[in-house]
């Protein structure tokens, strides 16, 4: 199982071939012999004999040994949500992963490990039927409690989100991971902030960089309805040399043309004009 978290939660296989066999072989210091070791299978009717690496034997069997305590879902079972056949951890299997490695139950929120659940929450959330009324506010929405459901519909909008675009900023662009290729760089913001009672919906979602996440919540930034790029004009008032990485200017971005920001592949999944025109009103500095 921590093998899995390390490759995001989830494994295609324990079969031959599969770098992962070897990389749980090595943890547990198995020696070549243990490695390849065979096994015989003989089929009787066909009258041949088969003969598999008893190490891939017991892998399969730990998994499905694992999928029967519902700690992973099964290849066929991840398969309806993904198109792929792998292995994938549950809540359960993530909690006890966390026990184990002693991490707080709460960084499960910056960490970009995929579970079933969450991954069922991304599924609804990219299938996304765009109305054309759409209120980006829900009012019943409940801001200062986190019951189960909700953490996991969070951990559904930011990964779906960020997945929407490609891992990259909106804004900018920017895609970039940790050096040991854990943790994506790029967020995922509320157009209508959480805060407001902003919905979590990829249409009330964005994927910035952290720095245009910033400048998008303060008001910096807003976004037209034909998704170009709006700077506040205050910009004007502010002090030389403010806003720049060297030569950079990350609000300046996009001052002097018609910019338009990154977009999903779908457009259904578009940020809505509702959600982005009442950030206009609200957040920006016209
Ligand atoms: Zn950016």
Known sequence: MKTLFKHNGVIKEFGSGEDIVNEIADEFALSEKQKTTKLERIYKKENRIVKTPVWHRL???AADSLAKDKYV???SDTKILTQKKEWMLTENGYDEVLRLLKIPTKKKEELPTKSFEVQKIVNKLLRY?????????DKDKILNKVT?????RKRGFRQAVVEAYDYKCAVCGLKIKSPDLSIWEVEAAHIVPHSSNGKDDVINGLALCHLHHWAFDVGWLAIQDDFTLLISSKINLLPKGYGKIFDYDFLKI???KRYKIFL?????IYPHQNAISWHRENKFYN
């Open 59 to 61: 892998l399969f069997r």
């Open 73 to 75: 879902s099964r290849p």
């Open 129 to 137: 039927q765009r109305p054309e009324k759409y209120n980006p506010i």
């Open 148 to 152: 189960k459901e909700i953490a996991l």
């Open 254 to 256: 996009a001052l002097n």
């Open 264 to 268: 999903p592949n779908e457009k259904e």
